[in-house]
């Protein structure tokens, strides 16, 4: 079944950088786009940006604009997330999910606690 | 800054039906925005419903059914289940960018 594996939880300093993993596997991951959001505790939905994974083509939430960069390894069909300067206002759980056909996101990961503390 | 607005909660008895609705700050939804729909329980990953306004996963359950009303999208629930209970989130496409809207707290009460 399409399914997507994330890496593990981390905790990072401020002002210093995060960078999440997001294997696939289940479906065709060249044909498709990545999408990365994320969602402080008891808070709403956040899209960052997303990858288009054959062409590479990114596109980035503005707020996230200056410091986070999308990437992809298609020989092992995995999706990066990379935030930096971190703040404590980053702390968040972080997903993945596929835009596997026009406009259909499914599936997501299972999500990624990042802890940015002093 | 584009917002997404949804209704910050919302309560339904069982067995009753209610509209869930997702508005935009450019103006009226259209299928242009392709409009998705979320489910998302305490502690878990969002889960995907409708997809390009009105279409269904295969694991979506009938009751859930997306539309276009009065320039709005909107999810509507009809016969309500106590599982139904959850946060609901919309997401638009506007262009290359996407953004989520403030999500809807169901309570089935």
């Known amino acids: 079944q399409m399914q997507l594996v994330q890496s593990g939880p981390e905790v990072k300093k401020p002002g210093t950088s995060v960078k999440v993993s997001c294997k696939a596997s289940g479906f065709t991951f060249t044909s498709s786009a990545m999408q990365w959001v994320r969602q402080a505790r008891g808070q709403r939905l956040e899209w960052i940006g997303w990858i288009v994974v054959g062409s590479g083509n990114t596109n980035y939430a503005q707020k996230f604009q200056e410091r986070v960069t999308i990437t992809r390894d298609m020989s092992t069909s995995t999706a990066y997330m990379e935030l930096s300067s971190l703040r404590s206002e980053d702390t968040a759980v972080y997903y993945c999910a596929a835009e596997t056909s026009a406009a259909r996101i499914d599936p997501w990961g299972q999500g990624t606690l990042v802890t940015v503390s002093s | 800054q584009t917002v997404v607005t949804q209704e910050p909660s919302l309560t339904v008895s069982p067995g009753g039906t209610v509209t869930l609705t997702c508005a935009s700050s450019?103006?009226?939804?259209?299928?242009?925005?392709?409009p998705n729909w979320f489910q998302q329980k305490p502690g878990q990953a969002p889960r995907a419903l409708i997809y390009s306004t009105s279409n269904k996963h295969s694991w979506t359950p009938a009751r859930f059914s997306g539309s276009l009303l009065g320039g709005k999208a909107a999810l509507t629930l009809s016969g309500v289940q106590p599982e139904d209970e959850a946060e609901y989130y919309c997401?638009?496409?506007?262009?290359?960018?996407?953004?989520f809207g403030g999500g809807t707290k169901l309570t089935v009460l």
């Open positions: 997401l638009l496409y506007y262009g290359g960018a996407r953004v």
């Open positions: 450019t103006g009226a939804v259209t299928s242009g925005y392709y």
